[in-house]
């Protein structure tokens, strides 16, 4: 087992947070745990995951994720929905990478039982 942090920036080890929802092990159980996978999946170059967790109606036909792209961490500042108990969720966050930062409010919603991500809105700093 992998002890080493997730870079989703919660206090667990990558295997037993983010990890076993990259490896197909669990499904993100909400919209923002889906969206912190998501997030590792960026920082890992994981373009499958992406593409598999992306709303059939809004995902590109590829992503070309750039190698030079260092992401070095996620602020979540706000959900609504997105729980077990919902269809849709948004989830507003910064996510920091070397040079800048980018801060979106995306949308999720569940499609056959799993949560997706649909699209999002860049927002002012």
């Known amino acids: 087992m992998t002890t080493r942090s997730c870079p989703c920036g919660l206090p667990e080890p990558y295997d037993r947070c983010c990890g076993r929802y990259?490896?197909?092990?669990a499904a993100a159980?909400?919209?923002e745990a889906?969206?912190?996978s998501r997030y590792t999946a960026f920082v890992g170059r994981d373009a499958g995951y992406l593409l598999r967790t992306w709303h059939p109606r809004t995902r590109p036909a590829r992503l070309d994720l750039d190698p030079d792209v260092r992401w070095t961490?996620?602020?979540?500042?706000?959900?609504?929905?997105?729980?077990?108990f919902h269809t849709t969720g948004t989830v507003t966050f910064r996510a920091a990478f070397r040079g800048g930062s980018l801060h979106e409010r995306s949308r999720f919603e569940r499609?056959?039982?799993?949560?997706v991500y649909v699209d999002g809105d860049f927002l002012e700093d």
């Open 29 to 31: 159980p909400s919209a």
């Open 22 to 25: 990259l490896s197909g092990a």
């Open 73 to 84: 961490g996620l602020e979540v500042l706000g959900a609504t929905g997105g729980s077990a």
């Open 34 to 36: 889906l969206m912190r």
């Open 111 to 115: 499609v056959d039982g799993a949560w």
